[in-house]
């Protein structure tokens, strides 16, 4: 990832209006902010999960993700499974690991993509 043309900015990340998308179970609330030129633009969010969220499909995109509240159990589709709780992050490549996420209490986090 190499960024560019990005200014120096603040987000009020509480001000932006959230977009919703259902799981198999539960939602995810994405406020959602991207930058650079459109041929290399980095997504950056903060996303909620509901309590109960069980996400809808596989993965493939890359992450780097921090959880910042609750815990976040993400399963690989080699059947691995790791739990995220508050401070903890992880980093996967695209197209690198098929993954995918559920909480049974709720989860906020820190994706940037």
Sequence with gaps: MK???I???TTEWSALEPTRHAGDAGEALWRTRSFG???NQIRVRMVEYSAGYIANHWCEKGHILLCL???LETTLADGRTFVLKPGTSYQVAD???PHRSRTAVGARLFIVD
Excluded: L
């Design 3 to 5: 960024m560019t043309e």
């Design 7 to 9: 200014p120096f900015g």
């Design 37 to 39: 030129p459109e041929e």
């Design 69 to 71: 509240e609750g815990e």
């Design 95 to 97: 197209g690198a690991e």
